[in-house]
């Protein structure tokens, strides 16, 4: 199992830019894909991008593409969203996500083994 530990969430005005962190510990070795998804109030949860633990090819969703970069950091078992041109639609609670599993792309939830606790984004208009 993985352990996922998020932050650098909080309150921005649209425009505005936020770096998210998410720290992974445990069996990290196991790890194939790291994703961030994101839950807005009564809705469900939405893909944003993901990055292969190894060679680093990246994904996003449609929504976000020129405007978030998922990165991570092979050494410090991080895994990093950098948020630029926010709006108020990327309001929502943050989650990182890890796999241990073999897909081509990982973009749904059921595709992931372990979460972390979610960090708020609020973006003000």
């Known amino acids: 199992q993985v352990q996922l530990v998020e932050s650098g969430g909080g309150l921005v005005q649209a425009g505005g830019s936020l770096r998210l962190s998410c720290a992974a510990s445990g069996r990290t070795f196991s790890t194939y894909t790291m994703g961030w998804f994101r839950q807005a109030p009564g809705k469900e949860h939405e893909f944003v991008a993901a990055v292969r633990w190894s060679g680093g090819s990246t994904t996003y969703a449609d929504s976000v593409k020129d405007r978030f970069t998922i990165s991570r950091d092979y050494a410090k078992n991080a895994v990093y969203l950098q948020m630029n041109s926010l709006k108020p639609e990327d309001t929502a609670v943050y989650y990182c996500?890890?796999?241990?599993?073999?897909?081509?792309?990982?973009?749904?939830?059921?595709?992931?083994?372990?979460w972390g606790q979610g960090t708020q984004v609020t973006v003000s208009s």
């Open positions: 996500a890890s796999s241990r599993r073999v897909y081509t792309t990982a973009p749904s939830p059921w595709q992931y083994d372990d």
